[in-house]
DNA sequence: TAATTGAGGCCCGTCTTTAGT
DNA sequence: CACTAAAGACGGGCCTCAATT
């Protein structure tokens, strides 16, 4: 009696000791290993019987192939890497939510590494993406030109598509539409009869604030009004709100708000303008009457604000499940071309302005 | 002329086709694989030499160990698995980002996995991460009883960390000291001279709203004040601003307010107490005026609102790094006792009571 | 004898090749 | 010659044990 470790001749689900594996399963079934192999893979070519003998042995030992051994042998792996800046940003949690959702729709899973902004750290999760196989990696790009190079050659050997960024033209990315949302929420403000300021995001992302700033300059351009442009920091930061709120209030102290002639306050995102509603009721403006603020995205508590926060929904979920497809996409081979795609959102009207 | 795949010989970092293995380091090592894998694990009892050539040889052809190789033959991997409810929540992001920034340290990787708060999903997501060999699981449970026999066995093989939330006595976890946080809150609000009634959280958690809730009705009874708890929804949902709102306008548009004699209103999270402060507004009640309203969590949007809102700020990335060097200490030998830990954060007073 | 290094089996699958009906 | 199933060589490391100095 030369049974293996597992004696498969119990028959109960009881593995003795250490994972069942695929050896187990053959004995139990009275096939080969490699006979499981193939059931678990085409399912092809196998005999009623001899399937049903199998399905039969893996439910009983309670049979789950080693992602490991598989990952080596195959030289991939079924994850998926997520490389963001940041997880505690709502747009990312977001964003990362219906990656991971959709990973597992596709029966992947999803690993994450911030990179906070810092060249050398995203550098370090692309490397161990890299070493881990993964099936493909979602990355949100730190705006920095730093990695370039490093990206260029990495693309070579594994599948990136960037989320909301991308640091080169051939890329695939998924993004929204920044320069369009803003234009419309400028053309809104205008249309309202106000004269939007503009208050853009600190530099943490590249391209999005600089297509937000885009269409808003388009739409002021488009009505023949001035543009008027709050000067930005040079300092990253993910603290919208002390950002919004120091910005605006040093605006409207500095008296630049009433020389400028503005009524109202375009946002690059709802976090700003939250700030930036503080900052005027710290000086003495109600948001909403005083002056008209409006931000980006629509986060779920920005109905909620006093006043509800005029703002623009961005659909964050189709553009974490564009980017699992886009990588899904290229697993299957059809190399059709770059995969690049915009979204559009709505504008979303309340009595923030 | 006998190399193998990668010719050792070309010196360059050029790696011909295919990953750099160990085998090639070793070939310009001139040493066996054996050696190499010694120098990645202990190190110790290496000729200096040795040592020095290994080195060079990695850093030459960049050659970094397949996780999935090691993982195999370990049995074990150096990923982390973090199941939660939703990732897209401020708490968990927060946690999240902790959790993932600690694990960086210590040179782990940590997959997730969101159960939506059903437990079947819960029990898929810890099944994936049995079957991934995992070094630990970061787990926020579901309320639900349905996984506790799964969980239980689960817990014999693997190291399972409960994160905000337990499901029986003997257990690793950490989390907030919720009853403590909240007493503390209420009897800032009842030395303020109010008479503060509570809303609490949809049931989608466990056991904070419960300990939250005794929080506050330890500090009522404390102080001789009759309670007054708002009814609750048994429907879970992560709308946390809708369902404030929607229960405080009925418990104000009811005239169980007026009835009460409550001045205040203590939320079991700061989401709530948004909704709350705009079912006030919508009643024609003005936050911090006319009623005081709290939470619970300190949001980074919090301290912008208008008003400003009064609450307590739990220390969540310290719960999330506890929650990883839990795992570490376990994976470290050393099973000194439960791990069990409750952290203290601090009343933040502002306007809005 | 102690300190290093090398040989080869093994982990758990996949995949190509060979054998059996 | 179809179909099916089995055999056995990997894949990239770790580990025990023996060989070398």
Redesign the interface.
């Known amino acids: 009696m030369k049974t293996a470790k597992n004696a498969a001749s119990a028959g109960r689900s009881q593995e003795s000791r ?2 069942v594996t695929m050896h187990d399963v053959a004995a139990l079934a009275g096939v080969s290993r490699a006979t499981v192999s193939k059931y678990f893979n085409d399912g092809e070519g196998l005999k009623p019987d001899t399937r049903a003998r199998i399905e039969q042995a893996c439910r009983e030992l309670d049979y ?6 598989v ?2 042998v195959r ?1 991939r ?1 079924r ?1 998926v890497g997520v490389v963001l800046p ?5 747009f990312f ?2 964003a ?2 219906a990656i ?2 959709k990973a ?1 729709a596709l029966g992947m ?6 990179s906070y902004n810092d060249p050398a750290e995203e550098a370090a999760a692309l ?2 993406m890299r ?3 993964v099936a493909g990696v979602v990355l949100t790009a730190v705006a920095s030109r730093q990695n370039l190079d490093l990206l260029r050659r990495l693309e070579q050997e594994m599948r990136i598509v960037y989320l909301d960024s991308f640091v080169h033209e051939d890329c695939d990315y998924v993004m929204n539409d920044n320069r369009q949302s803003m234009a419309m929420l400028t053309r809104y403000l205008l249309g309202r009869g106000h004269r939007p300021a503009y208050l853009g995001a600190p530099p943490v992302a590249h391209p999005s604030p600089t297509e937000r700033l885009a269409g808003y300059l388009e739409a002021m351009a488009e009505a023949g009004v001035a543009p008027l442009v709050l000067p930005a920091s040079t300092q990253p930061t993910w ?1 919208f ?1 002390a950002y919004g ?1 120091r910005h605006v209030l040093d605006w409207l102290t500095s008296g630049a708000w009433q020389r400028s002639g503005a009524t109202a306050l375009a946002c690059g995102t709802d ?1 700003l303008a ?2 930036a ?2 900052a005027c ?1 710290r000086f003495g403006l109600e948001p909403g009457k005083d002056i008209a603020i409006a931000g980006h995205d629509d986060l ?2 920005s ?4 006043p ?1 926060l005029t703002t623009f929904r961005q659909d964050v979920a189709a553009i974490g499940v564009a980017a699992m497809e886009c990588l899904q996409a290229q697993l299957d081979g059809a190399d059709a071309g770059p995969y690049r795609k915009r979204f559009t959102g709505g504008l979303v009207p309340r009595e923030s302005a």
């Open positions: 250490g994972p789950v192939p080693d992602p490991h051994a990952s080596l030289g792996s994850i940041v997880v505690n940003e709502p949690a977001e990362l939510r991971e959702q597992k899973d999803v690993i994450i590494q911030c490397m161990t070493s881990m196989k603290d709100e709120f976090r939250i700030g509603m503080s009721r779920p508590i109905a909620y604000l006093h509800p």
